[in-house]
């Protein structure tokens, strides 16, 4: 997906001069002063694709118009439930009712997470500062969930969607079907043969969860949940990116959806330090990574009570859930990024030999 040089900058215009450009709707939440024109390009991985305009705004272009998109509502829910740990919304370009483009605050010496975490890691095993992040991605977790739960004139779930409705079920877990289909993706390599091989153990680990009634709320969740997603600036953590999660239709879950992908995401962070180090570290990383997904659970839950929210974990589901998420990984890089199978696979490889 290529953007026009000058795009972003024309619709950074529009939102400070109130002029929705022709054919569009723009809707504007808050409103920003004037901006300068140069733009830069976000280079790191995304489904999108994100341009800075006058270091002041990001432009986010939707690879496809989005009909009925959730960003725009859950940053507005979240603003008004006073959740500031994110780029301040700013606007949505939309055409005929399909978001187009979302305009957010910049956040000064902003680092995507997969980055910082990283390197957080590789340093920590060249003899620096230890890799301690994960209590705060806990905390940064709870915080959010405890807002998207509550907020003015909504103080149970967003948009009035009980978790006994039918548009909301309550099982934690869908049906074995990301198997099926990372199954698919996976070829007849030497790794796809691995995986059919463990697969009916993945099946079975899954469906222990399959028919699970949680007692706990379903709620919108961020959808897509892991370290790429919090990015470390001036301010200190910040959520980003409400679009979804790529590979499913999001849908009101329990908050352990999120929860099970933000820790198989540390694990990730080991997986990618594990290549940069050509394996000569794999034991120490995964020694790491199991322990940071549980600093991190425990933060989360103390995260939770603080805010009075205790009752939206429900933990029975969490294993399935993260054994599900790998394969979802694993459908992610075979639609978008085909290099990003390694750290999925390794994931699996730690969990089934």
């Not at 594990?274 to 120490?284: K, S």
């Amino acid at each position: 997906m290529t953007i026009a040089p000058g795009a972003s900058a024309d619709l950074v215009h529009a939102i400070v001069t109130g002029r929705a450009p022709s054919g569009f709707d723009l809707r504007v939440y808050l409103p920003l002063g004037p901006v300068a024109g140069d733009e830069r390009p976000i280079t790191v991985d995304q489904t999108n694709v994100s341009v800075v305009v006058g270091e002041a705004v990001v432009v986010k272009w939707m690879r496809e118009p989005q009909p009925a998109a959730r960003a725009p509502r859950l940053l507005a829910h979240l603003a008004a439930a006073g959740f500031t740990r994110m780029p301040p919304p700013h606007a949505a370009l939309f055409r005929d009712d399909a978001l187009i483009a979302l305009v957010t605050g910049f956040l000064p010496e902003a680092e995507d997470g997969w980055d910082w975490c990283t390197n957080a890691l590789l340093s920590w095993l060249d003899g620096g500062p230890a890799a301690d992040f994960a209590p705060a991605l806990g905390i940064l977790a709870a915080d959010l969930h405890a807002a998207l739960a509550t907020g003015p004139g909504s103080p149970a779930l967003l948009n009035g969607v009980h978790p006994k409705s039918p548009e909301a079920p309550r099982s934690a877990t869908a049906p074995p079907s990301a198997l099926a289909e990372a199954l698919a993706c996976v070829g007849d390599d030497a790794e796809g043969v691995w995986l059919r091989s463990v697969a009916p153990r993945i099946a079975a680990d899954i469906s222990v969860s399959s028919s699970y009634d949680s007692p706990a709320p379903a709620i919108e969740l961020h959808g897509d949940l892991h370290v790429g997603q919090v990015l470390r600036w001036r301010g200190g953590y910040a959520v980003t990116d409400f679009d979804g999660n790529p590979t499913v239709e999001p849908r009101p879950e329990p908050v352990v959806r999120d929860l099970a992908q933000l820790r198989t995401s540390v694990l990730h962070v080991a997986e990618i330090a594990n290549r940069r180090t050509e394996g000569r570290h794999r034991e120490t990383l995964l020694t790491w990574g199991r322990a940071a997904a549980d600093d991190l659970l425990t933060a989360y839950r103390a995260g939770l009570a603080a805010h009075g929210c205790a009752h939206l974990l429900d933990e029975t589901p969490l294993r399935p859930l993260e054994i599900e998420q790998e394969c979802r990984e694993l459908i992610y890089a075979a639609r978008f990024l085909p290099r990003w199978r390694y750290a999925p696979m390794g994931v699996l490889r730690s969990w089934y030999g």
